[in-house]
């Protein structure tokens, strides 16, 4: 399955979900750029430079490294990506690398949020370096402000999430990610839902939309 969204539209957050529940990976390539970045590997060096400014890494860095995170386990009983594929290049070389995995995709889901609410979310959220759980200074607030609820972990900030980044984000979104929504829907493998809500409001959203027990 494929998360598609605006940033900020609560993929990372529905996913964590959607994976519990399930017992999938949650693949998410922002996520195993920043990991590059933080190590100091020759990809996380590549990455660097485009992630502060809000661009996309181009398509053959990140299909390289959700071709390589697909084959290498965990996956036989499907995963959920999130923020891959944001190009149509990259959805195109995602259909080649399902095809050669005989694992053709179920559902794009798409969580459609308008553009001042992903702003206000991206704006106050905090992510724990220890095991990435997300916070929320307003709508999902950690008991500390500066330490993770579920394993005392340190909270940060994204470099990403300063406000002139998020704009920029949010256009590259609009420019080249948001033409595969039609993509998609002309495949008809799009479900779309309504976004804005509170968390536990979306997740029965998302789970009414796959089909998933429990919404
Ligand atoms: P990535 O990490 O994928 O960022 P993104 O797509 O911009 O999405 P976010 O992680 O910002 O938002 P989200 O939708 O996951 O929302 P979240 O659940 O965290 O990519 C970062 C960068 O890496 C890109 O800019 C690019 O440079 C590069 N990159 C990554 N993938 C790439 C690719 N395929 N190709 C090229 N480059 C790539 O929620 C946000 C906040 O809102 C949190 O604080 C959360 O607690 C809160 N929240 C969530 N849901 C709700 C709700 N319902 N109500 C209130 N608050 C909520």
């Known amino acids: 399955m494929v998360l598609l969204g605006p ?3 609560g993929k990372g957050t529905q996913a964590k979900i959607i994976c519990d529940r399930i017992g999938v990976p949650h693949i998410s390539t ?6 590059s970045v933080a190590d100091r590997t020759p990809l996380g060096e590549k990455a660097e430079a485009y992630i502060k400014k809000g661009t996309l890494v181009p398509d ?19 995963f959920v990506l999130d923020g891959f594929p944001r190009t149509v290049p990259q959805a195109e070389g995602l259909k080649d690398c399902l095809e050669r995995l005989h694992a053709p995709l179920d ?10 609410t ?3 979310r991206l704006g106050s959220r905090r992510t724990c370096k220890a095991c990435d759980a997300l916070y929320h200074l307003v709508f999902n607030p950690p008991a500390r402000p500066d330490r993770c609820d579920s394993c005392g ?10 406000q002139e980044t998020i704009t920029a984000r949010l256009d590259v979104y609009g420019r080249q990610t948001m033409p595969l929504v039609n993509y998609y829907r002309a495949q008809g493998l799009l479900r779309e839902i309504d976004g804005v809500g509170k968390v536990e409001e979306i997740k029965d959203r998302v789970f009414q939309a796959l089909e998933i ?3």
Not at 30 to 35: E, F, M, N, T
Not at 60 to 78: H, K, Y
Not at 153 to 162: H, I, N, S, V
């Open 7 to 9: 940033p900020g539209a």
């Open 213 to 215: 027990e429990g919404s």
């Open 60 to 78: 053959g860095i990140t299909l390289e490294m959700i071709a390589e995170r697909l084959s290498t386990g965990g996956c036989a009983d499907g």
């Open 107 to 116: 559902y794009v889901l798409f969580i459609n949020v308008p553009r001042g």
């Open 153 to 162: 972990g340190e909270l940060f900030q994204r470099e990403d999430d300063r």
């Open 118 to 120: 992903t702003t206000q």
């Open 30 to 35: 922002g996520d195993l750029l920043r990991k």
